[in-house]
């Protein structure tokens, strides 16, 4: 029997999509996702339990195993209607059932963005738009749908999507030149339950001075824009010449290993990997030296408003996660540059539109990296010094978005640490400025392209389990104490603060008070320091969600108005912004509303969100692709061990090392 954490197998999906189809026997069906719903947790860790003690047996109870199915059965009047059902694979029988019907939407599908494009191109409203510009010989029309965003007051809840526009010169005969270059200020909209294009919004073209609407564009529409291509064999220049070979080398293969499918195990950590269509890669059952540290951890959600005031683009706001399910949209990592040295790949299963599994290859990457050095300390006395490198062992994913792309990497390191790191590159999202004209919205990249401000923010979710399932949050602070004759006559003492947060609350990061978020294993005393055995975090200081918090950009995106969520634990509550994200109008059933129900958290399954990210107002460096951006969530260690649970590494020296010969030296001085 499986392990209850594997993802389904194709032939499980399968079995799942059956067993749904055979409950709406006389119905159309459009399958959205069929994925692994995790047990229970309390069955879960009993479960875990019985196997870190290593008394599973053959006729060990196994947690039920639960595909999630999410489809739409289509009525006689050709609107869906959003259905969930949860299916047992084992006993093959649909022990859910609920009908969500209008009240939210479901995650969009690949599919239905087929769907916008073709419409597009029969639509006599939107051939009826093009023709107000004059596009030159050569060039065509590429649309890259893109979700609708937060309803107007003045929208019905009907299903949208719209189709942002460029222009393609084919004349080079490559398909991969670069059509951001040349951004054209037609947005078409599509009603998806009647698969037409119902109107198609013009945006302003203008810059500083010229209003959110009026119209100023020319006809000749592209004619101030230049190209701007990225790939190698279209650059006038070409690449550089000078970069020699950096190859990374295991003669001896990698220090982990995997068993089980899922089951890692790399230098006293042992933890297993998963995957499903909406968080892309995640991590369970994390221990260290045989303690247990984290149950689950998991990028939870993201956000990318942007901050251009003109319709429609203030509509302009993507869940990532939400609306069409990182997972979803999961590069296949193939051998190269994604991942170097000895690598382990994982394949995921996603679903098509009947319902089929399809596998998703090389949907992540499991490999080691020197991150530098891990530690040293040279003797001045001896002339001996004793170093170690900072091996990390990572596990990689990474999405494309339309024109972003987001790298994900869990990092586990010798020293007991946990990093959780997001990258952003790709090309920026642009739209069409008038000739010579700058704006308030963003910064011209390029002839006529207008890259608009926007944010990019990052939720963490953090399931601890720190020598235990039961755990406390305490938030540690530094502050200066005036001088004073009786505790700090010289005025250099600072004091060290501690509170347990006991209701579920959120809290900002503080860098003028070193504010530090610590779960702490209450029961647990380190017997060096009589200090709680915990980990820890130091929240990212950067920027919240800068929306007025009565916009809609804002009630749907409340994680994204503070840095550090604290809740109690409950089954399926996972997501940062809610379940359904995909043109809400409020933050539904996600962090806000679990922060409002006041539960306490101390000594108990509590679980920590941490939201980041970046406030990215673009700069001409980031055009035609920006170079990454990098953001790393540092989760250590904190009175957990005796002492540097790292001072074991050997210090060896990397066989491949030598000396730069002179010539080389001399060259790269000139």
């Not at 949860?86 to 939407?105: A, E, P, Q, W």
């Not at 129900?597 to 980031?622: C, K, L, M, Q, Y």
Request: proline share 7%; aromatic share 8%.
């Amino acid at each position: 029997m499986m392990h209850p954490l594997t993802i389904l197998s194709e032939a499980e999906t399968n079995l799942a999509r059956d067993i749904v189809k055979a409950a709406h026997p006389s119905s159309v069906i459009d399958f959205r996702e069929i994925f692994l719903q995790e047990p229970p947790k309390a069955q879960l860790v009993e479960f875990l339990a019985l196997e870190h003690a290593g008394r599973l047996s053959p006729t060990t109870p196994h947690p039920p195993r639960l595909a999630l199915c999410q489809y739409d059965v289509i009525g006689a009047d050709r609107i869906p209607q959003f259905y969930e059902s949860v299916v047992d694979v084992v006993s093959r029988t649909r022990v859910k059932h609920t009908v969500v019907g209008k009240r939210h939407h479901a995650s969009l599908t690949l599919s239905e963005f087929d769907v916008l494009v073709d419409r597009c191109m029969n639509s006599p409203l939107f051939q009826s738009a093009l023709a107000e510009f004059k596009l030159p010989e050569g060039f065509e029309v590429v649309i890259e749908p893109w979700p609708y965003g937060g309803l107007d007051d003045t929208d019905e809840n009907r299903r949208y999507f719209q189709g942002l526009c460029f222009a393609q010169d084919k004349r080079s005969g490559n398909p991969d030149s670069n059509f951001y270059s040349f951004p054209l200020p037609v947005i078409p909209v599509l009603d998806a339950h009647t698969q037409e294009i119902i109107r198609v919004d013009r945006p302003a073209t203008g810059g500083k001075g010229d209003g959110l609407r009026e119209q100023t564009f020319q006809k000749d529409i592209i004619g101030h824009c230049r190209p701007s291509e990225y790939v190698p064999e279209l650059l006038p220049e070409g690449t550089r010449k000078d970069l020699k070979p950096l190859n990374v080398v295991q003669p001896e293969g990698p220090s982990f290993r995997v068993t089980n499918e899922s089951l890692v195990e790399w230098q006293k950590w042992r933890l297993r990997v998963a995957f499903n269509p909406r968080e892309g890669a995640t991590v369970h059952d994390v221990w260290y030296d045989g303690r247990s540290v984290i149950h689950r951890l998991a990028i939870s959600e993201m956000t990318v408003p942007y901050a251009d005031p003109r319709p429609p683009f203030h509509r302009k706001q993507a869940f990532d996660f939400g609306d069409g399910g990182g997972g979803n949209m999961a590069n296949n990592l193939s051998l190269g540059c994604d991942c170097l040295g000895v690598i382990k790949y994982f394949d995921a299963v996603i679903t098509q539109a009947d319902g089929t599994a399809q596998t998703l290859p090389n949907a992540i990457c499991l490999h080691e990296q020197d991150n530098g050095i891990g530690w040293k300390h040279s003797n001045w006395r001896t002339g001996r010094a004793v170093v170690t490198r900072h091996r990390e062992l990572v596990i990689q994913f990474i999405i494309t978005l339309a024109n972003y792309e987001y790298i994900f990497a869990y990092k586990f390191d010798q020293s007991g640490g946990i990093t959780v790191e997001a990258r952003a590159t790709g090309i920026l999202n642009v739209v069409n400025i008038d000739a010579g004209k700058v704006s308030d919205y963003g910064n011209v990249v390029s002839g006529g392209v207008l890259a608009q401000n926007h944010q990019h923010i990052f939720c963490v979710r953090i399931d601890p389990a720190v020598d235990g399932p039961n755990n406390s949050v305490i938030v540690e602070e530094s502050h200066s104490v005036p001088m004073n004759a009786v505790t700090n006559p010289h005025g250099n003492f600072y004091q060290v603060t501690k509170q347990t947060i006991e209701r579920a609350s959120y809290l900002d990061a503080a860098p003028e008070h070193n504010r530090t978020i610590k779960m702490i294993n209450p029961h647990k005393t380190n017997p060096v320091s009589g200090n709680p055995v915990g980990y820890k975090f130091t929240p990212l200081a950067t920027q919240l969600l800068l929306a007025d918090p009565e916009s809609v950009q804002a009630r749907r995106a409340q994680f994204a108005q503070h840095h550090v969520w604290v809740t109690k634990h409950r089954d399926g509550e996972l997501y940062a912004g809610g379940r359904y994200t995909l043109q809400s109008q409020f933050e539904v059933d996600g962090v806000a509303d679990a922060v409002r129900r006041g539960d306490a958290v101390a000594d108990t399954d509590v679980v920590v969100w941490n939201s980041f990210g970046i406030t990215h107002n673009p700069r001409v460096e980031d055009w035609p692709v920006m170079p990454v951006e990098i953001f790393q969530l540092m989760i250590r260690p904190a009175d957990f061990f005796v002492a540097n649970p790292s001072i074991d590494v050997p210090s060896s020296k990397n066989g491949s090392s030598r000396l730069a010969d002179s010539e080389c030296c001399r060259k790269s001085h000139i």
